[in-house]
């Protein structure tokens, strides 16, 4: 494989010193930019897009034509896995991710077939692979997936939900058939993320969007208890170097020193959790990857520049942090207030690397 001109994403992930704090949003591909807008056109559909190499592959690269960005992120979905465990992944438009079928009790569950990610995903890899070799080395690219939880709310709501009451029925009135859903979701995971890194993804992020939405108790118990179990079953080394892993779980802040403790090389931070405040509970253990509230995008470029350089501050000197937005990037923000963004990192932050 080709050699990698710009490693600073990696390095800062291993907490290795690095000349300034690297940059990438989530969500950096996507309906904000007039590009994207025109290449999904194209495709027909977002799954139409996902399912496309070529244009997938195009979308992963534009960002990288607008910014100073220091990783690029495979185009793809979260919900790739329910679907190809035969749920029929739907989009309605303006009303997000549905699925024809959903999981409602153990019968559904026992019923779910084993998936084998290089084939029944071959499209994901298929990208990652052609995504790679277009990057030709200029900076790491990013695999990722939903976690178990999150993706286990989203097969048995049959879509987005605001209650999860159907998904928090089955928990706490069928826990052990919750916990039969979760494990067959993790050894999913599992294969999946290694698929990708074995086609050439450098690093790997887990999103646990709706992890946030349980107790603590329940956390640990339905939703770190998989992510765990994911960190310990992933390919850690490849290419001669260590494949990092990032866990994040939006609202999970008052969970910090736990997700430190599950393996993975890096914590991702939303907006509600103080970085500096996160660094002293942390320590060295792990890197820190976020955390300006995306909303702060529809701001003046000086304000943004203001908290670009208040959240450098906070966090103080040293490598291990990954700035990020703390959520995904909205898509009726300017790209020229995303550029503004990127820039003040790039501009503010070496002077916390000497």
């Known amino acids: 494989m080709t050699e990698l001109k710009n490693d600073r994403f990696l390095r800062a992930l291993m907490r290795q010193p690095v000349d300034r704090t690297p940059v990438w949003m989530m969500r950096q591909a996507g309906r904000y930019l007039p590009e994207y807008r025109a290449t999904r056109a194209k495709a027909g559909d977002f799954l139409s897009l996902c399912k496309n190499t070529p244009l997938a592959c195009e979308v992963t690269l534009q960002p990288l034509e607008r910014y100073p960005l220091d990783a690029a992120i495979l185009f793809s979905d979260i919900l790739t896995i329910p679907d190809a465990l035969g749920l029929g992944l739907y ?169 430190a403790d599950c393996g993975a090389d890096a914590v991702g931070l939303d907006w509600t959790t103080d970085i500096g405040n996160a660094r002293a509970r942390v320590g060295d253990k792990v890197a820190l990857q976020g955390n300006m509230d995306p909303a702060m995008l529809y701001a003046p470029k000086a304000r943004i520049r203001q908290e670009v350089a208040d959240i450098l501050k906070r966090y103080g000197s040293g490598s291990g942090h990954i700035f990020n937005l703390g959520h995904g990037i909205t898509p009726d923000v300017d790209p020229e207030h995303a550029g503004a963004f990127i820039e003040a990192v790039v501009e503010l932050s070496g002077q916390y690397h000497q």
């Open 91 to 259: 989009f309605e438009t303006g009303e997000g991710p549905k699925f024809r079928k959903v999981i409602r009790s153990e019968a559904d569950v026992d019923a779910l077939p084993k998936m084998n990610a290089e084939s029944d995903l071959d499209y994901v890899m298929n990208a990652v692979s052609t995504i790679r070799r277009e990057l030709n080395g200029r900076v790491p690219l990013i695999g990722f997936s939903g976690s178990p939880w999150t993706l286990a709310t989203y097969m048995i709501e049959g879509g987005s939900s605001k209650t999860f009451s159907e998904a928090k029925k089955l928990m706490y009135g069928q826990p052990e058939v919750m916990h039969r859903l979760l494990d067959h979701l993790a050894d999913s995971v599992i294969d999946y993320l290694n698929g990708q890194i074995k086609a050439g993804a450098q690093a790997v992020q887990i999103f646990d969007t709706w992890g946030g939405v349980l107790s603590s108790w329940a956390y640990d118990e339905f939703s770190l208890r998989y992510m765990k179990k994911i960190v310990d079953g992933l390919i850690r080394e490849n290419e001669g170097r260590r494949v990092p892993v990032i866990v994040f779980t939006k609202n999970g802040g008052q969970w910090l020193e736990s997700i």
